[in-house]
Structures are given as structure tokens and as C-alpha cells.
């Protein structure tokens, strides 16, 4: 490399944020540096989609930058397989260019904060770090906001930020939370947008990938990616959003279906979570949207989708910050069991696993629904091991990053943390997936049968998982009824259940 900088700042590829201080002014002593890195390419087995859709969009950042007259050295992972690991390559490139300083963003990975925290050891020269100006809470928000429960942190926020409030400062409609407002099933004859896709050509990437014996998971059409690659996309999905999916959102936010992969949801995980969209831009349009046309949609609808981000978003950020790096590691069940080779094909004949699991590996995307009470609900009553759970998930999502993954795949799918952010466990018998849509209708399983080969697996796993986890459930509030509701079975009834369920994880792997 024949460059020479006085200062050297790293991008790592989910600080696609185009609006950071850094790009404000162009510093010809600047040259930052981005890199497809072998060591993020196979932390875990990602989607291919995933790792086309961050180098591909990486790329376009980089040259969004040039453009803007930065200077960019960008590692292509051909070049970047020379090197051992991130420290290794800065160390290499500060003495190629002969720079006095190195800069770089706070990550937003645990693993990630480590491996740069620790380059002032290797490197000569100071090395400094700044904030990656993205979030809306600081990573200590734990600490300094003192109600550890979502809604009131949410409550704080949207006082804090004047996120639908009235002119006297209070909550619009009155209350803080529409939730038991929206949660409906999809009508028969409901119709949804056709999903805002792109179509990326990214077959020379793909060719990279190979030649570098990436090995990942699931499938893609290399000559259509549909994923938003840059700022630009990413708007036009936010608008595509507002005015075709907004007003159902929170109305069919829990609803199921093997009809469609996406409903109203935004698809905008990918482009929030490598920071081309901001959280606060997205709220306000939403807000703006919705003040503009509250003849077509209602409260409900925009607080529903405003809590995800403002609220969940941001809660779980700071928890994992709060609770890292024990976190990552914690089995409150102390489950074991290995995951079944369905969750690798899709192959099962559980309707709601097959077509949840199906369109993961098809797009590198479910819902929040199908992840929370279709695939990690299964996970839990079958007691699968959390870490195998947790690898699964951070491989195969789009928008798949340890901050967010952990805490939503660990905590509030796997309770596996004991209940830091669920009240309770998130399980349910088949009678839930049956409510929500329409999974059912089509199943080799029995949603009605609660005993038998035919049974819906589910539905005895369900009181399995009570039963065998009595010791530590059973003083929860918010299961004494069900409890109470399992006792209450004849005594044969309860052993036929528990029986049934011993068949079904007999042959977990044949279900
Ligand atoms: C087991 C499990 C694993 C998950 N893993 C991830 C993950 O790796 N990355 C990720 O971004 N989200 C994760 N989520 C949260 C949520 O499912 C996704 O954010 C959402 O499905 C993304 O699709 P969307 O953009 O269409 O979301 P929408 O339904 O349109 O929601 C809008 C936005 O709200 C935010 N949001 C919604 N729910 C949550 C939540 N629980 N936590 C944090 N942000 C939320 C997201 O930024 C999302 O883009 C996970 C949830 C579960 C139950
Ligand atoms: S019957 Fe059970 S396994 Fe089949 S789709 Fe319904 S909930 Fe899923």
C-alpha cells in the first residue's frame, strides 16, 4: 500500500451511518478503512444472504464516501485473508501508511469492544474511540435508568425524546401502550402489500465467498438480492413502510401465516441495525405519518410500531451492555438437548416450524412472532440447548448482531437468563399458534389433541416443560393459575400428557 495519513479510522460494516460527525468535513490526513474481515465471516455460520448483504452494502458505503471526496482504503476479504485478525491488520496498515493515530467507533459487540480495547498494547501510536452516535440511550442506560422493566424505560424515552405526547406533555389518547388493542389474527380474506424487495446483483461476491471456503447456511438468488444496500434503499423501504404497511401494523403484529413472509412488518432491522437509518428518523417519520393520517390509521397502529424501536430496541441494547459477558453463557434450565436437523432444512412436519424455519434459510428473515412463540417457543419446551439455540439464531437472521440477538434469543425467547426481561416464560401450548393464524389447518399434527402420536407436539410439551420445571416456576405470579389448571387435570390425564410429550422428544428428530 503506497498511502501515507497522519490518522487511520476504522468502519466496521454495521457503522454505515452517513450522518456520524467523523464524515461532516473531509481531513486529507484522514484514511479510513474499512474491511471484509474473515474473522466476521465465520464467528458463527451466518445466512449467506447476511454476509453478501454486508459486504455488498459495505461496498456501497465506501464508495458513497470516495464519492463524497473521503479517502477510503477498503479490504476486500481477498485482501484481507493475509491477515490473521482485525489487530493484525491495523498493525500492518499503520506502518504501511505511517500513521500517529488510530480511531475507531465503539462496536456494538462485547467481542468486538475487546478485541479493539486491547490494540493500544500492540500499537505504538494512541489509540482512541468515539461514540458511534446511533443510539438513543447512552451503553450505561442500565445503570442510569432505574426501572428495569421495558415499559417504563420505554415511558421514560418517550418523555425524553417528546415521542407521541399531547401539547401537555402527556401520552396521545391517554394511555402509554395499545398493545391489548392490536394482536388480531389475519382475516381469511385479508390483503397485505406485496414486500418492497431489491434485486442486487451480488454473483461476484458469492464467487468470493466460495473461493474463500465461506460456509454458511441457507440459500439465495445471487443475481436478485432483495436486502436494501444503502441509505437511499433503505428510505424508500421506510416509505414503502408508512403507506402500505403502517396502517395494519400493530393491528397484525402477532398474526401467523404460511400465505406470506413478511405481512405488514418493516424489514428495516438490517438497514437500523448497520446504522444506514437512525432510530430517532425512523420514529419520527412514523409519527409524522401518522399525524398526517389519522383517517387511516389509528393510535394503535404507530405506538405499536414506535415501542419495538424506542422501547425494545433500546432496553435490550442496554441490557446486554449491563450484563455482558456472563450473559452470553447462562442456562437457568440448564437444557442440553442438541438442535434438530430440521432447523438446518426446514424439514419437519410441524406445519408453524416448517414454514417459520422454511422462509429463515429462504430469506434470512422471520417475523418477531414466528421467532418468539413458533421456533424459540419449540426450543424452550423441548429444552434445547441455549448456546445452540443462540448460534442459530445469530447465524441466520439479516439483522442478526449479538447486542440484539442475546438479549431477545437468551432472555425473553430461552428465559435463560432467569427472567431479567421476561416476567415469565414465553410458552404456549398449540392453542396460541392456532389463535394467531393459520398454521393449523394444514398440519399432520392434531392442534385439538393433547395426547397421542397425533397430537400437536406442542400441546404436550407445553405441561411438560411446567411440570419438569415446577421447582423454580411455580412461586412466579403469573403461573400460579396454570399451575393451578394442571392439578386440577385427572391424575391419568396429566400422566397420558406427560407420556406423550416423552414420546414426541423421543423422536425430536422425526417430529
Ligand atoms: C428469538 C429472537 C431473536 C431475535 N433476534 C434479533 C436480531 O438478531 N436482530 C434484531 O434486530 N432483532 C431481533 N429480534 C427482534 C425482532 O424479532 C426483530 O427486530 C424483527 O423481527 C425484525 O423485523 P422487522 O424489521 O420487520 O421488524 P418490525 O416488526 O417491523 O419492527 C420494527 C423494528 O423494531 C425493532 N424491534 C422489534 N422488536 C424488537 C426486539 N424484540 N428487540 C429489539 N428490536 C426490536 C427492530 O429494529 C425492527 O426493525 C429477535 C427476536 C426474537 C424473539
Ligand atoms: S398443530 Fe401444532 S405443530 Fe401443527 S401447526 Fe399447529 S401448533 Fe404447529
Known amino acids: 500500500m ?29 484514511l479510513y478503512v474499512m474491511a471484509e474481515l474473515p474473522q466476521e465471516a465465520t464467528y458463527v455460520r451466518h445466512h449467506v444472504q447476511k454476509v453478501l448483504a454486508f459486504c455488498a452494502a459495505m461496498r456501497q458505503f465506501a464508495e458513497a464516501l470516495t464519492q463524497a471526496g473521503h479517502r477510503v482504503h477498503y479490504v476486500t476479504l481477498d485482501d484481507a485473508a493475509a491477515h490473521a485478525d482485525l489487530p493484525a491488520l491495523l498493525q500492518a496498515l499503520c506502518a504501511d501508511t505511517g500513521a500517529q493515530r488510530l480511531s475507531y467507533q465503539y462496536p456494538d459487540e462485547y467481542r468486538l469492544d475487546q478485541q479493539l480495547a486491547q490494540l493500544q498494547e500492540t500499537l505504538e501510536i494512541p489509540v482512541s474511540a468515539i461514540d458511534s452516535e446511533h443510539f438513543l440511550t447512552p451503553r450505561d442506560a442500565w445503570q442510569s435508568y432505574p426501572n428495569h422493566r421495558m415499559e417504563f424505560f420505554y415511558r421514560a424515552l418517550r418523555k425524553e425524546y417528546g415521542v407521541l405526547l399531547d401539547p401537555q406533555g402527556q401520552p396521545e389518547g391517554g394511555r402509554w401502550n395499545y398493545d391489548q388493542d392490536n ?10 402489500p406485496e414486500p418492497l424487495c431489491f434485486a442486487h446483483d451480488v454473483r461476484d461476491l458469492q464467487a468470493m465467498l466460495a473461493r474463500h471456503g465461506i460456509d454458511t447456511l441457507g440459500t439465495v438468488d445471487a443475481q436478485r438480492l432483495v ?24 393491528r397484525y403484529q402477532d398474526a401467523l401465516t404460511p400465505r406470506d413472509w413478511s405481512l405488514f412488518h418493516s424489514r428495516l432491522s438490517f438497514s437500523l441495525n448497520t446504522k444506514m437509518l437512525h432510530p430517532l428518523e425512523v420514529i419520527r417519520a412514523a ?14 397502529q404507530v405506538e405499536g410500531f414506535i415501542r419495538q424501536i424506542l422501547g425494545w430496541r433500546e432496553f435490550v441494547r442496554a441490557l ?177 400428557i406427560l407420556d406423550t410429550a416423552q414420546h414426541h422428544l423421543a423422536r425430536i428428530n422425526q417430529l
Open 287 to 300: 409519527e409524522a405519518h401518522w399525524r398526517a393520517h389519522q383517517e387511516t390509521i389509528t393510535l394503535s
Open 2 to 30: 503506497n498511502q501515507t495519513a497522519m490518522e487511520i479510522r476504522l468502519i466496521l460494516g454495521d457503522q454505515l451511518n452517513a450522518y456520524h460527525s467523523w464524515f461532516q468535513r473531509v481531513d486529507d490526513q484522514v
Open 227 to 250: 436486502w436494501p444496500l444503502t441509505r437511499r434503499e433503505s428510505r424508500a423501504l421506510l416509505d414503502f413502510f408508512l403507506h402500505h404497511c403502517l396502517p395494519d401494523f400493530g
Open 320 to 496: 446486554y451492555w449491563a450484563h455482558m459477558p456472563d450473559y452470553g453463557s447462562r442456562n437457568f434450565f440448564g437444557h442440553q438437548r442438541p438442535l434438530p436437523d430440521y432447523f438446518w432444512t426446514g424439514k419437519t412436519d410441524m406445519a408453524c416450524m416448517a414454514h417459520s424455519i422454511g422462509q429463515s434459510l429462504e430469506f434470512a428473515y422471520a417475523h418477531h412472532i414466528q421467532r418468539l412463540m413458533v421456533i424459540g417457543n419449540f426450543a424452550l419446551l423441548a429444552g434445547l440447548d441455549p448456546d445452540a439455540v443462540d448460534d442459530w439464531y445469530l447465524g441466520i437472521y439479516i439483522d442478526a448482531i449479538e447486542w440484539v440477538e442475546l438479549p431477545n434469543t437468551r432472555g425473553m425467547s430461552q428465559y435463560a437468563d432467569g427472567g431479567l426481561i421476561a416476567s415469565k416464560p414465553y410458552v404456549s401450548s398449540g392453542q396460541y399458534i392456532q389463535k394467531m393464524g393459520d398454521y393449523c389447518r394444514d398440519c399432520r399434527y392434531q392442534v385439538k389433541q393433547k395426547t397421542g402420536p397425533e397430537s400437536c407436539p406442542f400441546n404436550s410439551l407445553y405441561w411438560h416443560f411446567l411440570h419438569r420445571h415446577r421447582n423454580v416456576l411455580s412461586d412466579n405470579a403469573r403461573l400460579k393459575l396454570v399451575y393451578a389448571n394442571w392439578d386440577r387435570q385427572p391424575a391419568k390425564q396429566r400422566e397420558y
Open 183 to 192: 394482536r388480531q389474527k389475519l382475516p381469511k380474506d385479508a390483503v397485505w
